[in-house]
């Protein structure tokens, strides 16, 4: 490479570039064009976790330039193996990718054409949010100015990401709250709003599924009026009872469970490792003041839900509570009018 390279040129060319998009895909895409050229690669790689993992234990190519299709599905799962590594010492560096024991799928680097590989975690507040990797053709020793460039590179673009994730979600989660304060203002169809509470919560907080329970007049067992998610298998499973969790969140709390395999308080734990969940939350529903039910939250993978999930699954807990509170409200006014028509009527054949 030449013996001179402008970093700052190239970093400040790359700020440019990502001020003018709103993409997160295309963010990657720079992040890699600047590696390989600045660099002097033959590829470049960005792997992203998914914006919902809080455990770092999925990750997706998000964009690369250099490698064949072929090439690319051969270890998916090496940015998650090699992320303790990458927190504790900043980087890693193959010296020689086709030999390295940490590699696996050598024969695959060696008909690629790889030498070396020198891998970097995008970090933002603290977190891991993917790696950015370059690879070169030659067994090549990457200078300590090359290191400290790949890593601002990886901070600067983890750093915009993770604001484009925030700023998504946090639209997400606006229109799914303006939308059921319109469907309550709309209609009286307490079903069909809960309905699609259940629907845009599934789609805003990337959930496996959602469900409304009601107490039943018994005040012992609970109907489910709302849901999206589940089988029919597994809500057929039998009688959903005020267990300890539920009876916990009917009293006014709310109830994270992170694994639902080692909570004492869950119930039907076989059937809910069949149906693929691992995690829940549990909401309580109120209208006119009094608990009637439960708003219940499900993942499909150990998620620890962030504070401000909880405040919009509250938030909406509360509209739902609210949805019904009016339903209720004109019932008895409906009664109320039919009963003062039918009196008003009585006094009249008294002239």
């Known amino acids: 490479m030449p013996a001179k390279v402008n970093y700052f040129q190239a970093l400040s060319k790359l700020s440019k570039d990502m001020a003018k998009t709103k993409n997160h895909l295309k963010i990657g895409h720079l992040i890699v064009s600047t590696a390989m050229k600045t660099l002097k690669a033959k590829a470049a790689v960005v792997y992203l976790r998914d914006e919902n993992d809080e455990q770092a234990d999925q990750t997706t190519l998000a964009v690369q330039i250099g490698l064949s299709d072929k090439y690319v599905h051969t270890s998916p799962d090496q940015a998650v193996k090699i992320r303790p590594q990458l927190m504790k010492e ?29 891998a970097m975690p995008m970090i933002d507040r603290g977190e891991m949010l993917g790696v950015l990797s370059i690879y070169t053709k030659e067994i090549r020793k990457f200078a300590q100015d090359e290191i400290d460039f790949l890593s601002i590179l990886a901070e600067r ?40 509470m259940t629907e845009d919560m599934v789609e805003s907080l990337k959930l496996k599924a959602v469900a409304v329970q009601l107490l039943e007049e018994d005040k012992r067992t609970l109907k489910r009026v709302a849901c999206v998610g589940l089988s029919e298998k597994y809500m057929s499973k039998g009688p959903v009872r005020a267990d300890k969790n539920m009876a916990a969140a009917l009293k006014g709390e709310t109830i994270i ?16 490792k069949e149906e693929g969940i691992a995690s829940m939350l549990y909401v309580p529903i109120k209208s006119r003041e009094e608990i009637i039910g439960v708003l219940i939250i499900y993942s499909s993978r150990k998620r620890k839900f962030t504070e401000d999930e909880i405040s919009l699954v509250t938030a909406l807990a509360y509209q739902g509570g ?6 209720c409200m004109y019932l008895d006014m409906e009664d109320n009018v039919r009963d003062l028509k039918e009196n008003i009527w009585s006094h009249k054949c008294w002239f």
């Open 90 to 118: 900043g980087y890693i560096y193959y010296r020689d990718a086709t030999t390295d024991k940490r590699l696996t799928n050598h024969k695959a680097k060696k008909a690629e054409g790889i030498g070396s590989i020198l």
């Open 157 to 196: 673009g983890g750093a915009e990401i993770s604001n484009l994730f925030l700023v998504q979600k946090l639209r997400r989660q606006s229109k799914t709250f303006l939308d059921l304060a319109a469907g309550i203002s709309q209609s009286l169809d307490i079903k069909s709003i809960l309905q699609t």
């Open 257 to 272: 469970i992170k694994d639902v395999f080692t909570d004492e308080g869950t119930q039907y734990k076989k059937e809910k």
């Open 322 to 327: 609210l949805a019904i509170n009016n339903a």
